[in-house]
């Protein structure tokens, strides 16, 4: 039985999307600077309106042998597209891909950890 490393597990990284190219700046400069510190596989996707889109991405890391796929969705909540749009993309990547499992995590707003950075952000423009 084979089991699984951190640099067969990938993360993608999931964003809205926009057509404006500066509007996607701060993502892929997360983007960067989470692939470099991570020990997996990171990548930054888009749900719709630019690319890489969302099932393209996975297709790509399935590709490339990734034995996990986790997407972390930079939203704030989980409104329709979560829990419907994005679900009903990832029944049809988990068909195309049964042997890499794929999982949708919590959005970055719904984590405890975002909020203590919010404090953080406020009161350091609060010191300034």
């Not at 909540?77 to 042997?99: F, I, K, N, T, W």
Request: hydrophobic share 45%; charged share 25%; aromatic share 4%.
């Amino acid at each position: 039985m084979t089991t699984s490393t951190d640099h067969d597990n990938a993360l993608i990284l999931l964003a809205h999307g926009s057509r404006d190219p500066r509007w996607r700046d701060p993502f892929e400069a997360l983007e960067a600077t989470l692939a470099s510190r991570l020990k997996r596989p990171t990548r930054l996707a888009y749900m719709e309106l630019c690319d890489p889109l969302l099932t393209d991405t996975i297709d790509a890391l399935a590709a490339d042998g990734a034995a996990r796929i986790d997407i972390l969705p930079l939203f704030f909540a989980a409104g329709r597209h979560l829990r419907e749009d994005v679900p009903a993309m990832l029944e049809d990547s988990q068909r195309q891909h049964p042997d890499c499992p794929i999982s949708l995590l919590d959005p970055v707003g719904a984590h405890p950890a975002f909020v203590e950075a919010l404090i953080q952000i406020v009161e350091q423009q609060d010191n300034a």
